[in-house]
């Protein structure tokens, strides 16, 4: 699945017609899903009237060739509601929703949250968990477990740990309960998670190689595990050289495969030429800049 | 050096008498009971077998017995973590000359020295000996010092016996980047799971796997062992949910709850040492009811 960086111009205002070239490539080069603005996709940097705007790009631009899913983390909880509101208005196919930011909330709290959030709308929600970007704030096996037997519409997690027993203590707790329910992990990390009854990922580099994406989830789902080895180190390796200041890196990079996206909105940087040259260089020794389209 | 793939590498426990001693009668039988449980190969005194609790006369002691019980049947690892380096340098001495196959270390305890003092602690325990050394990487056990894949390459580049990682971070960023490099760096190089929880380990590369569960269950760690050395990962999944099942069980109570489930399974193994503390009756129940309750237990010895 693809999450789409937001394209923005000079002035880092937005860059509706360039978002909607992009949108376009992600279905036409086999994403399975789109869903936006995820962080890669600067959520934290719009406004969100721009949040809506643009979902509503998306929603029009896919026009039901593949799901849309929105991701609707705010800071404020209040500005997350309406977010969801407004994706169930304008016919998005889910929402996806983070753990609270800043105030680590205790496990009650978590549970309410999306509690409320699940019973706002009737679209399936998708659960997001990365405890190492929000200081261990986390979503446990037993918090999912609780959630499913409560909400119809609690369809999946996004877990973003990385880490096998976090991934394992909900997957099990889940697909016990709900063998449908989507197990999902963050930057294309589907080698770990398919075994364990993972289902897809978000990809982080979907924009410079999606050959290698659709190759890396065709070999993990058919259990080609040497083949898939081999994706999976080359595609990490790409994380690695996109992860610093993300995604300024990546844009970037778009740069050099002729989709440019424009600058990074502050406080994050915007890839300077030296590091784009950098990156060209190392998309060029891994093969990326030939087997990858260019242009859009 | 030829490499050493040590496949799946049961870890005992450490039987104590009261009030102190080591209780070698039982450890006799807890070795038998494991060659003949299936592992491929002991590593021990490692934390589950109470290292750090073991005096620095003992730990020499539990390594010579337990390479004189097994007698060759099977490799014998000694694991050789201390603070100090050249008290771990003469811990793996000692271990190459009592017959040891392999050596593991991980970060100092306590100390949080700069990454090239930690990368000079490893070289210098390693080139203590001509055996097999394989770093354990535990961020959760040990608070200090942490291991990068970057200090593992370059310690690849400095030392020769360096023969894999032991993992124990259970992260998928770590594994994939260290695998990525390291068999290319040093052929034969070896990533082993650190616990039970094996399957995305070996989607990623890992050939082996440390067992401390083999003594409560060791069955269901050979049936994982063995569907994810043969790389039949969707088949794995099942087993690997019953064991995570059982490793939560008990992970509250670390040692004293491995010691609890060993007595619960009929292979009584004593209590932990102080500081460690023993499980008290009602909390030892509840964990023989959880144990009940895991399906894939009926299938174990509940005997010697």
């Given at each position: 699945m693809q999450s789409p960086v937001t394209p923005f111009k000079e002035d880092y205002s937005l860059d509706l017609p360039t978002f909607e070239r992009l949108l376009d490539f992600h279905v036409r080069t086999g994403a399975t899903a789109i869903s936006w603005p995820h962080h890669k996709g600067e959520s934290l940097n719009l406004t969100i009237a721009e949040r809506k705007l643009f979902a509503e790009a998306a929603v029009r631009v896919v026009n039901g060739r593949i799901p849309v899913t929105v991701h609707v983390s705010a800071l404020a909880v209040e500005d997350t509601m309406e977010l969801a509101r407004h994706a169930q208005e304008i016919g998005a196919d889910g929402i996806l929703a983070i753990t609270p930011y800043f105030c680590t909330p205790s496990i009650e709290?978590?549970?309410?949250?999306?509690?409320?959030?699940?019973?706002?709308?009737?679209?399936?929600?998708?659960?997001?968990?990365?405890?190492?970007?929000?200081?261990?704030?986390?979503i446990t096996g037993d918090l999912i477990s609780r959630l499913i037997e409560q909400l119809p519409n609690f369809a999946g997690v996004k877990e973003a740990s990385f880490n096998s027993e976090k991934f394992l203590e909900i997957s099990r707790a889940a697909l016990a309960m709900r063998p449908d329910f989507a197990m999902l992990t963050g930057v294309e990390y589907l080698l770990p998670s398919v075994p364990l009854g993972g289902v897809g990922s978000y990809s982080a580099a979907g924009s410079i190689c999606p050959n290698l994406c659709s190759r890396l989830f065709d070999a993990c789902m058919s259990g080609d595990w040497p083949l898939a080895r081999e994706l999976q180190y080359k595609i990490s390796w790409l994380w690695l050289l996109f992860r610093d200041q993300y995604p300024s890196s990546l844009k970037g990079g778009m740069v050099m495969m002729g989709r440019p996206v424009g600058p990074t909105r502050a406080p994050l940087p915007t890839a300077t030429?030296?590091?784009?040259?950098?990156?060209?260089?190392?998309?060029?020794?891994?093969g990326i800049l030939e087997s990858e389209p260019h242009g859009w | 050096m030829?490499?050493?793939?040590?496949?799946?590498?049961?870890t005992p426990v450490t039987p104590?008498?009261?009030?102190?001693?080591?209780?070698?009668?039982?450890?006799?039988?807890?070795?038998?009971?494991?060659?003949?449980?299936?592992?491929?190969?002991?590593?021990?005194?490692?934390?589950?077998?109470?290292?750090?609790?073991?005096?620095?006369?003992?730990?020499?002691?539990l390594v010579e017995f337990a390479i004189k019980q097994v007698n060759g049947r099977k490799p014998v690892i000694a694991h050789v973590s201390e603070t100090g380096t050249a008290i771990a340098m003469a811990l793996a001495r000692h271990a190459e000359e009592r017959g040891a196959t392999a050596i593991i270390a991980t970060t100092p305890y306590y100390w949080t020295p700069?990454?090239?003092?930690?990368l000079e602690h490893f070289v210098r325990i390693g080139a203590a000996v001509n055996i097999p050394f394989f770093l354990y990487n535990a961020p959760e056990e040990m608070q200090g010092a942490k291991v990068n894949a970057e200090l593992c390459l370059k310690l690849?580049?400095?030392?020769?016996?360096?023969?894999?990682?032991?993992?124990?971070?259970?992260?998928?960023?770590?594994?994939?980047?260290?695998?990525?490099?390291?068999?290319?760096?040093?052929?034969?190089?070896?990533?082993l799971a650190g616990t039970e929880l094996m399957v995305s380990a070996a989607a990623i590369g890992a050939t082996g796997m440390l067992a401390p569960l083999a003594g409560v269950a060791p069955r269901l760690v050979?049936?994982?062992?063995?569907?994810?050395?043969?790389?039949?990962?969707?088949?794995?999944?099942?087993?690997?949910?019953?064991?995570?099942?059982?490793?939560?069980?008990?992970?509250?109570?670390?040692?004293?709850?491995?010691?609890?489930?060993?007595?619960?399974?009929?292979?009584?193994?004593?209590?932990?040492?102080p500081p460690v503390l023993a499980l008290d009756a009602v909390a030892y129940q509840k964990l023989v009811g959880e144990l009940e309750s895991i399906?894939?237990?009926?299938?174990e010895a509940r005997e010697w």
């Open positions: 709290a978590i549970h309410a949250y999306f509690v409320r959030l699940c019973r706002s709308i009737d679209l399936p929600v998708l659960s997001y968990n990365s405890p190492s970007y929000l200081a261990g704030v986390e030429p030296e590091r784009q040259a950098y990156i060209r260089s190392e998309l060029e020794r891994l | 030829p490499m050493y793939q040590p496949g799946l590498v049961h104590f008498t009261r009030p102190r001693g080591i209780d070698f009668d039982r450890y006799a039988k807890l070795i038998e009971f494991h060659l003949a449980a299936g592992a491929d190969a002991l590593a021990l005194p490692m934390h589950a077998g109470e290292s750090v609790s073991l005096a620095d006369g003992e730990r020499r002691a700069p990454a090239a003092m930690v690849i580049a400095k030392l020769p016996n360096f023969a894999g990682v032991i993992d124990l971070s259970l992260d998928w960023q770590f594994m994939i980047e260290l695998m990525t490099d390291a068999p290319r760096l040093r052929p034969g190089f070896q990533l050979r049936e994982l062992y063995d569907l994810c050395r043969d790389q039949k990962l969707f088949e794995a999944r099942k087993r690997q949910e019953q064991i995570a099942a059982l490793r939560q069980a008990l992970k509250p109570g670390g040692v004293a709850s491995l010691k609890a489930a060993m007595r619960a399974m009929g292979r009584d193994c004593g209590e932990p040492r399906a894939a237990l009926r299938a």
